[in-house]
């Protein structure tokens, strides 16, 4: 019975993930007020044109990464899961380019 015990801690040990300490959690909040404020600097420039468009999608696509690896903890969970959620973050990018690509938003 009670090496029955010890083997029930030793399989919760195991599965116990690594969370950060809350100043990782302000660093990171510190860094998506940095990358917002970099994209409301980006729209004033008005010599970018449609240029503008991959830029703005470029910075919200990492300030997505970084809302994802850490509030949502993919980062600390299996790498299955994250494999899962990025196929379809992919697909979803995938057809919308294709969607843009079909009713003309690339001439």
Do not use: C, R
């Not at 010599?47 to 470029?58: C, K, S, T």
Request: glycine share 4%; proline share 3%.
């Amino acid at each position: 019975m009670v090496s029955n015990q010890k083997n029930k801690t030793k399989k919760s040990d195991s599965h116990e993930h690594n969370h950060p300490e809350p100043i990782t959690y302000f660093k990171v909040a510190m860094a998506l007020v940095a990358l917002t404020a970099l994209e409301v600097v980006v729209f004033y420039f008005e010599w970018l044109g449609y240029a503008i468009i991959p830029v703005m999608a470029i910075l919200s696509i990492g300030k997505f990464a970084i809302v994802v690896m850490y509030y949502m903890h993919l980062k600390f969970d299996e790498k299955l899961l994250t494999y899962i959620f990025m196929s379809g973050l992919i697909l979803a990018v995938v057809v919308i380019m294709w969607l843009m690509a079909l009713f003309g938003w690339f001439n």
